[in-house]
């Protein structure tokens, strides 16, 4: 079996090169952006042509969530038309799709986990852009698995994980908000998911919600990372409930996982213990 993964060089992409390396009867092809950029729609017409793979796992997205605000035609260039090449490919090769989404289609209105059924409505341009994407997927192929995560975080990339361990070992004090809830998920597990997917060759199609169990803020984070690391006494950590950025932030985007749990055999880790297992790993 043939399995593309674009954007390979993100964060999830290299939890899924990780992941995949005892996986030798499958055969990977990890691209990038410079050896496949998905918004060239000739170039990527002929890589399938080519190849012609099974799967395909787009991890392929522009996150920059704030950066989004000023470019928006970018945003919507990568999460949303490119997408929609992607799609229209593999309806046409008979590829399944795997695609990569986020808790940032809702408004974080709700104070309760928020279903697949749930209305979406982005409060922000990466939100928006994401959703459009979505929209292009369900309208164009029906062999695709939308799996919409949040707040990712692995030792890959820049995120959130990598920013508090950096700054721990520079800083004395840190401010950190409190005012969203959401739920801290580890790539590694969302790739293990993917790659169960992969594996039983499922055809259980569909919109799914994975991240990791429980809920957060973005202060409860950063203080179990201190506190594991044995750095509450040295850093100052000072809980914020506003900490102002350009682009609105859903207050409440906890994902309800109930549907994956009873659609495959999968366990879900709670955030709290996947976030300590890595950080044993990766010291």
Same mark, same amino acid.
């Given at each position: 079996?043939?399995?593309?993964?674009?954007?390979?060089?993100?964060?999830?992409?290299?939890?899924?090169?990780?992941?995949?390396?005892?996986?030798?009867?499958?055969?990977? @092809?990890?691209?990038?952006?410079? $050896? *496949?950029?998905? %918004?060239? /729609?000739?170039?990527? &017409?002929?890589?399938?042509?080519?190849?012609?793979?099974?799967?395909?796992?787009?991890?392929?997205?522009?996150?920059?969530?704030?950066?989004?605000?000023?470019?928006?035609?970018?945003?919507?260039?990568?999460?949303?038309?490119?997408?929609?090449?992607?799609?229209?490919?593999?309806?046409?090769?008979?590829?399944?799709?795997?695609?990569?989404?986020?808790?940032?289609?809702?408004?974080?209105?709700?104070?309760?986990?928020?279903?697949?059924?749930?209305?979406?409505?982005?409060?922000?341009?990466?939100?928006?852009?994401?959703?459009?994407?979505?929209?292009?997927?369900?309208?164009?192929?029906?062999?695709?698995?939308?799996?919409?995560?949040?707040?990712?975080?692995?030792?890959?990339?820049?995120?959130?994980?990598?920013?508090?361990?950096? @700054?721990?070992?520079?800083?004395? $004090? *840190?401010?950190? %908000?409190? /005012?969203?809830?959401? &739920?801290?998920?580890?790539?590694?597990?969302?790739?293990?998911?993917?790659?169960?997917?992969?594996?039983?060759?499922?055809?259980?199609?569909?919109?799914?919600?994975?991240?990791?169990?429980?809920?957060?803020?973005?202060?409860?984070?950063?203080?179990?990372?201190?506190?594991?690391?044995?750095?509450?006494?040295?850093?100052?950590?000072?809980?914020?409930?506003?900490?102002?950025?350009?682009?609105?932030?859903?207050?409440?985007?906890?994902?309800?996982?109930?549907?994956?749990?009873?659609?495959?055999?999968?366990?879900?880790?709670?955030?709290?213990?996947?976030?300590?297992?890595?950080?044993?790993?990766?010291?």
């Amino acid at each position: 079996m043939k399995i593309l993964v674009t954007g390979s060089n993100g964060q999830l992409g290299q939890c899924l090169q990780k992941q995949a390396k005892s996986l030798t009867v499958f055969d990977f @092809k990890f691209e990038t952006l410079k $050896s *496949l950029d998905l %918004t060239q /729609e000739e170039t990527l &017409t002929l890589y399938f042509e080519k190849h012609q793979p099974d799967f395909c796992v787009n991890c392929a997205a522009y996150t920059n969530v704030e950066g989004a605000e000023d470019n928006e035609k970018s945003a919507f260039q990568v999460n949303a038309e490119a997408v929609h090449n992607l799609a229209k490919l593999c309806e046409k090769f008979k590829t399944k799709l795997i695609h990569i989404s986020t808790d940032y289609v809702f408004n974080g209105l709700k104070n309760r986990p928020y279903h697949e059924s749930d209305n979406e409505n982005p409060i922000n341009v990466y939100g928006a852009s994401k959703f459009q994407g979505e929209t292009y997927i369900t309208s164009t192929m029906n062999s695709y698995f939308m799996l919409r995560t949040s707040w990712l975080y692995s030792e890959f990339g820049h995120n959130f994980f990598n920013t508090i361990l950096k @700054k721990a070992a520079s800083q004395h $004090s *840190l401010n950190i %908000t409190t /005012e969203q809830i959401g &739920t801290p998920t580890n790539g590694n597990d969302l790739a293990k998911f993917i790659l169960h997917l992969i594996q039983t060759d499922s055809t259980d199609y569909g919109l799914y919600h994975y991240s990791n169990k429980g809920e957060a803020t973005w202060y409860d984070f950063a203080r179990l990372i201190l506190e594991e690391k044995n750095l509450t006494q040295e850093i100052s950590l000072q809980a914020t409930f506003s900490y102002p950025t350009k682009a609105k932030r859903p207050k409440f985007s906890v994902l309800d996982k109930s549907k994956a749990l009873s659609t495959f055999a999968i366990g879900i880790p709670h955030w709290r213990e996947s976030l300590v297992n890595l950080l044993k790993e990766v010291n």
